[in-house]
């Protein structure tokens, strides 16, 4: 079974801090997905990385950076945070082959930022 | 304009109805259409691909229309456990992995 896990199942941390959100893959997948998920919104792309220390912006990179030093672990890293950015934060991978569009996704971060 | 739009629901069913539910998408090049499903507090995962011929899952179908540009999925026979949040996701462009989330459409079944 594919296994994605996330660092934090809730966090919260005030205006201004920096913070770290980690995800991990155990299933060699090329590429990894950091995800917002706000109501009524669904799910927004920050960041996307498709090798080790490759990443593209997403919708909604503002704010955020991304770190992947090694293929199985993907950083999201806010600089300050801010309470806009309270959230509920999903990693997800993939392969990257032809037609191999299933991501697997991690069970999620909820991030408050008071 | 989004580029995957739902309409969110909820669809409140009795046991053994059937549920019906369509998303529209914004970009006639998008090549790859998807459901996946979400329970409540938990991650997305995927429920089935769209093909253009349409396909069915045991008691799930799925249907494309790429003339109006809309996916439909179809619960027969629902049951409690198919009480979850049903993401319509669409590849925008071709050879591309990223994925575009509709906000999802709500589905209860009551016993």
């Known amino acids: 079974d594919v296994k994605v896990t996330q660092s934090s199942r809730y966090l919260v941390k005030r205006t201004g801090e920096k913070v770290f959100l980690e995800c991990v893959q155990d299933?060699?997948?090329?590429?990894m997905f950091w995800y917002r998920q706000d109501p009524g919104l669904g799910l927004r792309l920050i960041y996307f990385?498709?090798?080790?220390?490759?990443?593209e912006k997403g919708d909604i990179p503002e704010g955020y950076s991304v770190s992947r030093e090694k293929k199985e672990r993907f950083s999201l890293i806010l600089e300050s945070a801010s309470t806009n950015q309270t959230s509920m934060y999903l990693c997800?991978?993939?392969?990257?082959?032809?037609?191999?569009?299933?991501?697997?996704f991690g069970p999620g971060t909820r991030l408050t930022v008071t | 304009r989004k580029e995957v739009e739902q309409d969110p629901g909820p669809f409140n069913v009795p046991e053994g109805a059937t549920v019906a539910f369509n998303c529209t998408y914004s970009?006639?090049?998008?090549?790859?259409f998807f459901w996946y499903r979400q329970d409540c507090r938990k991650e997305p995962k995927l429920l089935m691909s769209?093909?253009?011929s349409g396909n069915e899952d045991g008691r799930f179908t799925a249907q494309l229309n790429r003339a109006s540009q809309y996916i439909s999925l179809l619960i027969r026979d629902s049951k409690l456990s198919d009480s979850a949040t049903y993401l319509c996701?669409?590849?925008?462009?071709?050879?591309?992995?990223?994925?575009?989330f509709g906000a999802g459409t709500t589905v209860t079944v009551r016993a």
């Open positions: 997800a991978s993939s392969f990257r082959g032809e037609g191999s569009y299933e991501q697997y």
């Open positions: 299933m060699d997948h090329e590429n």
């Open positions: 990385s498709y090798d080790v220390k490759m990443k």
């Open positions: 970009n006639s090049a998008s090549q790859s």
């Open positions: 769209v093909y253009s």
């Open positions: 996701v669409v590849t925008p462009y071709s050879n591309d992995y990223k994925l575009s």
